[in-house]
């Protein structure tokens, strides 16, 4: 190592720690793939690999057998676990972690918190003790120890004469020498002791902190400074369940807190009235009600218990502790703790293990009739990824940095105005977007596609990199990604949830207005400045678990607790709301809306958001944005007509009021899926064509609606404001947006001249991709309608328009208008007693040209309308585009797809 610069002699700073290097291990192989305890029984091992017990099908009765990691920055992450129950105490069958001097216990059929973490230079044991009654099939873990080349500074020597550090190392009797670190270093007094001036010349990279380093030089004749205050960093970290965050590299001295909990430390004093400790904010007091101090004397030392509420602000901080020997510092980052039961995101062990721990993700895309799954990496206790969450806090007071409810609100703020740069057209890798910095890889400011963001460590280091600038580019499933990784970086549960055919709602009646228009006969969409609203081909965001104060239950008509439980946030807010923290006016923001009240179709009303809409009612969209998310997942579509003699211009067709779009109710939200808990399946891990994500999917629907026919309800919200259009106040057209019957009308449609089949066929065939490919046999593509004429009937004529559009996934045009790929009429002639079919065929040749280019992979929105005398229909189609990675074989083999088209199958 290189010692860090020597520090004037005025300054008052501990000493750094010198990793000294241990004996060396029984083994120690440099790469390890698959380690059992039954072979390796009391062997070293570093490197990376699979640890398992390694019996089959159960581990033996009466054993005890053991494996010691050994490396720095270890990450350890179970894969599969079953043992004996043996209560909380484990009293039978169980497995023990040990990292340094701190041991964990696990037992009984829950996979326990998904990674384990070491520090530098550190030894971890794992170990599995059988008792003679029940066994178990035993367990799994996969882990990964960095090795690095030791300091070069001298193997221990012997314990100085007389000379006894307190907590001292003193297991595998070879480091008795050796102060411990908390951190899981090893240090030599005798080497601080050896030279003067050490001690002080190593000690200017841990100011305001109280190390092992300092221990050390004390134990060798050295002196202490910093006011003599322990504050005992990992060991506190590892008895509130923080252990995680000590992992790889973070600023010296940073202290991790859980809020529910006391952090403790000690103090060189013999009286508890000399002693004051306090925290800070920017030098400010931190709220004194969010906190309290408890002393007790001990001998020489004050133990000192900084004791947080359970509703404390979280964040960073200063925990501040003077006596008579001075003033020490140090920062403190203080966390959710969603293990306490007074905390209102308290979670059980398993939830938490998969809403709060897991580092790992998938996150679905494509479309309902065949969603892709991808595997992302959050690694949200990396320090940089944990510096951001609490950054992205600054603008809030810190008085509300402890109701969840406002942080949750401004993260889905934050994270849209300071960490991603969204953009859904255009070049990604080129280019100075209005806000943003010009895209240079030379220069260090790279611009991505968005499905490239796999790694949100790669993206966090680049933001900090870029002076917190936003990362260049983003789309709705990295913001999620960004979004859960701030959101379980300050102990938040959270989980990305994708949703598909996701209506937007413009003006909050709970209906997507669409408008159609006969042109020769055949009816086509009508271009007006009416429509604004639109279904977005998946919308991917977060839902976050806490329990709701804000929300009058009893004025709802439900119990108590009524709007606990996962909360709807989005980080790609899409329309401006009003309320919450750290804002001023109406901002692209959108929740917590709780999913009780989205599934009941209700909308409360939030006392702090009405109080920010006393003077304006613009952004306002439900507690928060609740009648944005009904519209989201459980629209109706009103079809309109152009009529002349309507009042206003339109008609609505009242047989088919929703969403033509293929299954049995014609309902927005279609599907919606997050992960299911658990570890990241093996057919998800792979890579290429091989992939697939099927067994990690969670269908959580019934989390947001009723089964059908369910219905969106009535808009809760003024139908008809001053300022609005007349036709935005009259008629139907908000009559039809209440009742569930709407849906089934479906079911009951009347007899009219022309029967229309209930959906659109497709050759080569409905479901799967396009094949970006010219000589491909599914580049493609031939919609068509069957329709028959009763018997008895007179004979008629069926006209069809075939309108295909490129759009990108929010069925936005490419090119900014429809029918960009072609629009396409046919005519057909009916017999009674007949059935008939209208067609058309559109080429690769008609949509290639919008696939060139940085333009990342896009739908092919087919509408297909019929109409016949009074009868009429339409039916929509989006067929997701896979451009191959590389050349697409041609005898029907699986094809990877770019981006995020996911793999074609055959």
Not at 496 to 507: C, G, H, L
């Amino acid at each position: 190592m290189t010692p860090p610069p020597t520090v004037p002699a005025t300054a008052v700073v501990p000493p750094v720690a010198v990793p000294v290097p241990l004996p060396a291990p029984v083994t120690v192989p440099t790469s390890v793939k698959y380690v059992t305890l039954r072979s390796s029984n009391g062997q070293t091992l570093t490197g990376s690999g699979t640890l398992a017990d390694g019996w089959e099908p159960t581990y033996p009765a009466l054993t005890d057998a053991a494996v010691t990691l050994h490396g720095s920055n270890c990450k350890l992450r179970w894969t599969s676990f079953d043992l004996e129950e043996g209560g909380a105490d484990c009293s039978y069958d169980y497995v023990t972690v040990a990292v340094g001097q701190l041991t964990r216990k696990y037992c009984g059929q829950a996979l326990p918190p998904t990674t384990i973490y070491s520090g530098e230079n550190m030894r971890v044991t794992v170990s599995l003790h059988s008792d003679k009654d029940v066994q178990k099939s035993g367990f799994e873990l996969t882990f990964k120890c960095d090795v690095s080349e030791p300091a070069p500074v001298p193997a221990l020597p012997p314990s100085p004469t007389g000379t006894i550090c307190r907590d001292l190392r003193t297991a595998e009797g070879s480091v008795e020498s050796a102060w411990y670190d908390e951190g899981g270093a090893d240090y030599s007094c005798a080497w601080y002791a050896a030279e003067p001036g050490r001690c002080a010349s190593y000690g200017s990279g841990y100011r305001r902190v109280y190390t092992a380093a300092e221990a050390c030089c004390h134990c060798g004749g050295g002196a202490v400074t910093h006011a003599g205050v322990d504050f005992k960093k990992a060991s506190n970290a590892y008895a509130l369940g923080a252990e995680q965050y000590l992992a790889g590299v973070h600023p010296a001295g940073m202290l991790f807190a859980r809020r529910g909990a006391a952090y403790e430390v000690t103090v060189r004093a013999s009286l508890t009235r000399s002693v004051r400790a306090r925290l800070l904010h920017d030098g400010a007091p931190y709220p004194s009600s969010m906190y309290r101090v408890k002393e007790s004397a001990l001998g020489g030392e004050v133990r000192v218990q900084i004791v947080l509420e359970a509703d404390a602000a979280i964040g960073l901080y200063t925990l501040a502790v003077e006596s008579q020997e001075g003033l020490a510092e140090a920062p403190m980052m203080i966390l959710v703790n969603a293990a306490e039961a007074a905390d209102a995101a308290y979670m059980n062990a398993e939830a938490r293990a998969e809403y709060v721990d897991s580092t790992d993700g998938v996150i679905f895309v494509g479309s309902a009739e065949s969603p892709r799954g991808g595997l992302h990496s959050y690694d949200q206790f990396d320090w940089t990824q944990v510096a951001v969450a609490a950054r992205s806090l600054r603008r809030m007071p810190v008085k509300d940095r402890g109701d969840l409810v406002l942080v949750a609100r401004h993260l889905s703020y934050a994270v849209n105005k300071d960490i991603c740069y969204g953009r859904w057209s255009g070049s990604y890798t080129t280019g100075h977007p209005a806000g943003g910095y010009k895209c240079s890889e030379k220069e260090g400011r790279p611009c991505r596609r968005p499905g490239h963001w796999r790694s949100m460590s790669e993206l966090f280091e680049l933001h900090t990199s870029l002076g917190y600038q936003r990362v260049q580019f983003c789309q709705c499933w990295v913001f999620a990604a960004a979004y859960l990784t701030c959101s379980r970086a300050l102990g938040i549960p959270a989980r990305v949830t994708s949703v598909f055919n996701s209506a937007k709602d413009e003006d909050s009646n709970r209906a997507i207005d669409r408008f159609y228009r006969f042109e020769d006969g055949a009816l086509v969409p009508a271009a007006t400045e009416l429509e604004h609203d639109s279904v977005w081909n998946f919308h991917t965001w977060n839902d976050v678990w806490f329990r709701r104060t804000d929300i009058d239950c009893a004025a709802a008509g439900a119990a108590s607790g009524c709007a606990n439980g996962w909360q709807a946030v989005d980080a790609t807010p899409q329309l401006r709301s009003a309320g919450g923290s750290g804002v001023v006016g109406p901002e692209y923001q959108m929740g917590p809306a709780s999913l009780n009240f989205v599934r009941a179709n209700l909308h409360p009303t939030c006392p702090a958001q009405e109080r920010a809409l006393a003077t304006s009612t613009a952004g306002k969209h439900g507690c928060y944005d609740s009648e944005f998310v009904i519209s989201e997942v459980n629209a109706n579509v009103n079809q309109w007509v152009e009529d002349a003699a309507s009042p206003t211009g339109w008609k609505l067709h009242r047989v088919h009021l929703t969403a033509p779009s293929g299954n049995a109710y014609d309902t927005q939200g279609h599907l919606a899926l997050s992960k299911r808990p658990g570890p990241v399946s093996t057919g998800c891990r792979r890579t290429g064509s091989r992939r697939t994500c099927t067994a990690d999917e969670d269908d959580v629907t019934a989390a947001y609606k009723r089964a059908e026919p369910s219905g969106p309800g009535v808009p809760s919200l003024p139908t008809c404001a001053a300022s609005a259009p007349p036709f935005h106040c009259s008629g139907p057209r908000f009559t039809w947006n209440g009742a569930a019957e709407r849906r089934a009308t479906l079911l009951s449609e009347p007899k009219t001249q022309i029967s229309f089949h209930p959906a659109m066929e497709m050759l080569p065939r409905l479901r799967g991709q396009v094949v970006n490919t010219a000589t491909h046999s599914h580049s493609a593509f031939t919609p068509s309608l069957r329709f028959s004429v009763p018997s008895g009937a007179e004979a008629a004529t069926v006209v069809c328009a075939f309108i295909v559009t490129a759009v990108d996934y929010r069925s936005v045009s490419v090119t900014g208008g429809d029918a960009n790929v072609g629009r396409k009429i046919a005519r057909v002639a009916v017999d009674p007693g007949k059935e008939g079919a209208c067609s058309a065929t559109f080429t690769h040749a008609e949509y290639a040209h919008f696939a060139e280019g940085d333009m990342d992979t896009f739908s092919l929105k087919i509408v297909a309308t019929a109409a016949a005398g009074d009868s009429w229909v339409v039916r929509e189609h989006q067929k997701v585009l896979c451009t191959p990675e590389v050349g697409a074989p041609m005898d029907g083999s699986p094809i990877l797809c770019r981006d995020m088209g996911g793999v074609w199958e055959a």
